[in-house]
């Protein structure tokens, strides 16, 4: 899982780039997709103000996938397509972001809320920032492991990292490579929508998150 969530920060980052022909961005994104990742281990005495500014990352991780996905689900008329690259890595980054909902406290929960409405620019808003986090909570309280844990969706989210890399670093060049690497992750991703056991439900959770924005 966390190799899953290394790949879709890189890839959210990529895409929410305004500056995708920057050399050092795309060398530092490919670091990311190909590094390994490595984890911190939590202090027994972490400070409730460290336990704050987590909650409040995480809410912001999850308040940025939720921006992503409500335009697309916009785009293709208010309709959450499982088969689009783009949507899977955000979905993915949304499960990632939720987990620690389920056996929150309403302290966690309040700053999270704070980290949606940071992380979604406003479009979570403090009128309906409970909501969601309720539904949210919902969320992650259905079984997102085959999508956290989806092998195709990790050949997917490389692929389209290496697609947009080679697209923005060979402008000048032909954009085969580019082309065909974009093939392989969608060819990717929509094998990876039927694999995910419980695709139907984790949708139409999502959806009926979408539908809380105008």
């Not at 939720?98 to 979604?120: C, F, H, N, P």
């Amino acid at each position: 899982m966390k190799r899953i969530l290394t790949i879709v920060i890189a890839m959210t980052a990529f895409i929410a780039s305004e500056n995708t022909a920057d050399a050092q961005f795309l060398k530092n994104l490919l670091n990311k997709v190909k590094g390994t990742t490595t984890t911190t281990a939590t202090a027994p005495a972490e400070t409730a103000a460290q336990a704050v500014s987590a909650a409040a990352t995480t809410g912001q991780t999850a308040g940025t996938a939720l921006k992503a996905l409500y335009s697309q689900y916009k785009a293709d008329g208010k309709k959450l397509d499982m088969s689009n690259v783009t949507n899977l890595l955000n979905l993915a980054s949304l499960a990632g972001s939720v987990q620690e909902l389920k056996a929150s406290d309403a302290a966690y929960k309040k700053d999270y809320a704070k980290g949606l409405i940071l992380g979604s620019t406003n479009l979570v808003t403090d009128a309906t920032s409970s909501s969601v986090v309720s539904q949210l909570t919902s969320l992650a309280n259905i079984d997102l492991s085959s999508l956290l844990n989806n092998e195709d969706l990790k050949t997917a989210a490389k692929s389209a990292v290496e697609a947009k890399a080679t697209e923005a670093l060979s402008k000048l060049a032909s954009s085969s490579a580019a082309t065909e690497a974009a093939a392989k992750a969608e060819s990717a991703a929509t094998k990876a929508s039927t694999t995910i056991e419980n695709a139907t439900q984790i949708a139409n959770s999502v959806s009926t998150i979408l539908n809380l924005f105008k």
